[in-house]
């Protein structure tokens, strides 16, 4: 996995822009001025062998098998460990009885990202402070470090994974939908040095048309209804569109009560 991300930015800039995707944050980004080191790729429905042919055969139009097999396995092997968080986030608070509706209400989209080191001795921002805006995200990434999250005392610890383990960062969609009880964690990517960082994030995203609502359950009087039910996709346009980054929580905008 970790050689095929590299091979993927090792194509030229202008094959790699012809990643376009309808959904913004979705296709290929860089040349930022702002994050001059990120660089990333996105797949909707990585784990679905046609759709990750289709962009495959538009970065390489003699096709690449390998590469094409490496990446959907990787998403679909991931999407069961999304499955197993999942239940045990459902579980432990009690409302399993929704998970066949959570599990089959979604979709994955895998974006990679390569961050260039700054070759300075000191940080410098990979990618900016923020929260996810879809229900969970499973990271993995190459050897080198850089992934900062905030506790919820305001502390940055840095992540250090080992080569076995993923990182899994809950959105605010799920901290939504539990009605408050999932903390979606800020993070940001902080670079030093001289090498190359990869990394892969698969994002658990509300298929469209789908109404995210928090279960009767987890509505009482110590929790009062927090947000409104809303459509993932919508919320994801309304976040892009209006700048939701720079909102304190874009979500509490959009549909909070
Ligand atoms: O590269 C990483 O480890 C984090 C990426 C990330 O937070 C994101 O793409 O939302
Ligand atoms: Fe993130």
């Known amino acids: ?65 390998t590469f094409s097999k490496t ?26 009885k929704y998970l066949e509706e959570h599990l089959n209400s979604t979709y994955y989209f895998l974006r990679i990202t390569k961050y260039k080191g700054p070759q300075t001795p000191e940080t410098e921002v990979g990618l900016p402070t923020h929260t996810d805006q879809n229900l969970l995200t499973i990271l993995y990434q190459n050897q080198i470090n850089g992934l900062e999250v905030l506790t919820k005392n305001g502390e940055w610890i840095s992540v250090k994974p080992s080569p076995e383990s993923f990182i899994v960062i809950a959105g605010e ?3 939504a939908w539990s009605n408050g009880r999932i903390h979606s964690a800020k993070h940001r990517v902080m ?21 995210v609502k928090v279960p009767d359950e987890l509505v009482d009087e110590g929790h009062p209804l927090l947000f409104k039910p809303f459509d993932m996709a919508e919320f994801l346009e309304f976040y892009s569109r209006e700048n939701g980054w720079e909102a304190e929580s874009a979500l509490k905008s959009y549909c909070g009560i």
């Open 1 to 65: 996995m970790l050689g095929s991300l590299q091979e993927l930015f090792d194509l030229p800039l202008e094959t790699k822009t012809r990643n376009v995707a309808k959904k913004l944050f979705h296709g290929y980004a860089g040349q930022h001025p702002h994050i001059p080191l990120y660089e990333s790729m996105g797949i909707d429905d990585a784990d679905v062998q046609e759709k990750v042919d289709e962009l495959v055969s538009s970065l390489w139009p003699q096709g690449h098998p």
């Open 71 to 96: 990446i959907q396995s990787y998403a679909e092997k991931l999407s069961t460990l999304d499955h197993i968080v999942r239940r045990m986030i459902l579980e432990s608070l009690g409302v399993e």
């Open 191 to 211: 670079m030093s040095g001289s090498e190359t960082r990869y990394s892969a994030g698969l994002f658990t995203i509300s298929k469209s048309g789908y109404i």
């Open 173 to 175: 969609s799920l901290y």
